[in-house]
């Protein structure tokens, strides 16, 4: 293989990523101190065997706490992909990316709200080995009602980096910025956008992720999402920008 860990075997892969986005929600609903939590996994999973040997698996817990004064959001994310090298024979990883978020918003008012956020990620066909920032700012809730919702959010933060090419670290003061909207366009199906944004010198990172979601039962639903990211500054080589379409099985808690 020319790949060890858990990428020697992708079914393995696969599975260690639906088993944790499965077990973390499992422990949520489970424990009482979680009970105000709210939020949804999803996993999508394609195999395509003969002619190409394929594979591509992504999972992603999203969960939240709306409390009276406070509100904590967190987000876990995979992605992996293979493809088979039809000169060699051997399977070689074509996609590989990690993220963790972490938000806890306090409110001023019911619409605006000092926040603090932590974010890491790690992307091996980014051009950076990971990308860390911790910021904090205020945000407004533009429209809040039962069917739609429109948010934003600026501040400022510290990210630390590191180029996969060179292994050079490097820190820096960034601005950070985020757009969230969502529209209840009917009783089960929900159009979701959330855009971010951390500028500095060294990088440029913009992640947005739009999804249409439908849901098939009181838990179990469908999503469709479509997620651009973006760096300004990738190695040699790399392309600046990265899209991936998804449709997933999603369960919500």
């Known amino acids: 293989m020319a790949y060890n860990g858990c990428f020697s075997l992708s079914e393995r ?25 709210q ?39 995979a992605l992996y992909a293979e493809n088979e090298n039809s000169l060699t024979g051997e399977a070689e990883t074509s996609a590989e990316r990690y ?22 990620e790690r992307d091996e066909f980014s051009g950076f080995d990971y990308q860390a920032s911790a910021s904090t700012g205020v945000g407004y809730r533009f429209i ?3 069917r739609t919702k429109f948010y934003g959010q600026a501040g400022v933060g510290y990210k630390k980096l590191r180029d996969s090419l060179t292994r050079e670290e490097d820190d820096d003061i960034i601005f950070r910025g985020d757009l969230g909207y969502e529209r209840q ?13 951390e500028s500095g010198a060294t990088n440029t990172f913009v992640g947005n992720d739009l999804e249409l979601a439908v849901m098939m039962s009181e838990r179990f639903g469908l999503s469709l999402g479509y997620g651009v990211r973006y760096n300004s500054d990738p190695s040699p080589g790399l392309k600046s920008t990265d899209t991936l379409m998804t449709v997933n099985l999603t369960y919500s808690f």
């Open 39 to 77: 939020g949804k996994v999803e996993a999508g999973v394609v195999f395509s065997r003969g002619n190409t040997e394929t594979t591509t698996a992504n999972g992603k817990l999203d969960m939240a706490n709306d409390l009276e004064k406070w509100k904590h959001a967190a987000l876990l994310a």
């Open 99 to 120: 993220e963790a978020r972490w938000q806890s918003d306090y409110k001023f008012t019911p619409r605006a709200y000092w926040f603090g956020g932590l974010r890491y």
């Open 13 to 37: 892969c696969m599975r260690r990523i639906l088993t944790v986005s499965l077990s973390l929600a499992a422990m949520l609903t489970a424990a009482p101190a979680m009970a105000d939590w």
């Open 185 to 197: 366009l009917t009783a089960n199906t929900k159009l979701v956008d959330k855009l971010i944004v």
């Open 144 to 146: 809040d009602t039962e």
